[in-house]
T-cell receptor, first 113, second 116 residues
């Protein structure tokens, strides 16, 4: 079945550092790919998405490119802020099915000033 | 639009008791999903509705679990004879699906269940 493998955390970075969180997937169909973020005490929020190969999703300075050849969707940000501290989840959905989301285990990111 | 709401936010119960959770989706969203999230893990799919029809249930959903969405609006998730292993965060999400494209799921704040 479908699965998502995510870089294990926790990850601790200094403010203004470059961020990469790795995500790879296994899917039988043609999935859409997502990054969701969970800030402390809040619910899951969609951060960005990409629906086909070579698409780039971007939001709030974060970017991720759908790479079919490497089955990856790595999350990047050039300069992180303390407010980016959260848990980040990579996920996929089968766009031709019921579009249920299959999530990775999450990566906890802490940014220190 | 106030987003997806869930009630209660927290529930503590004793093993063997029945519990029911409610989810109110974003109005006019025709799809509603239930997920379960345990500590340190990502959410896992439980079941989903398109309007009032329950179209898929995960193998994770034992026969102690039942979900309904009468009239295609709010949904309830009931767990009978709760077990300690049912302790988790139960998440609801809704989306609008019309034709092609990928719909975006919007999540509620979750109901945290603790079974003693």
């Amino acid at each position: 079945g479908d699965s998502v493998t995510q870089m294990e955390g926790p990850v601790t970075l200094s403010e203004e550092a470059f961020l990469t969180i790795n995500c790879t997937y296994t899917a039988t169909g043609y999935p859409s790919l997502f990054w969701y973020v969970q800030y402390p005490g809040e619910g899951l929020q969609l951060l960005l998405k990409a629906t086909k190969a070579d698409d780039k999703g971007s939001n709030k300075g974060f970017e991720a490119t759908y790479r079919k050849e490497t089955t990856s969707f790595h999350l990047e940000k050039g300069s992180v802020q303390v407010s980016d501290s959260a848990v980040y989840f990579c996920a996929l959905s089968d766009k031709f099915g019921n579009e249920k989301l299959t999530f990775g285990t999450g990566t906890r990111l802490t940014i220190i000033p | 639009d106030t987003g997806v709401s869930q009630d209660p936010r927290h529930k503590i119960t004793k093993r063997g008791q029945n519990v029911t959770f409610r989810c109110d989706p974003i109005s006019e969203h025709n799809r509603l999903y239930w997920y379960r999230q345990t500590l340190g893990q990502g959410p896992e799919f439980l079941t989903y509705f398109q309007n009032e029809a329950q179209l898929e249930k995960s193998r994770l959903l034992s026969d102690r679990f039942s979900a309904e969405r009468p009239k295609g609006s709010f949904s309830t998730l009931e767990i009978q004879r709760t077990e300690q292993g049912d302790s988790a965060m139960y998440l609801c999400a809704s989306s609008f699906r019309a034709g092609g494209g990928t719909d975006t799921q919007y999540f509620g704040p979750g109901t945290r269940l603790t079974v003693l």
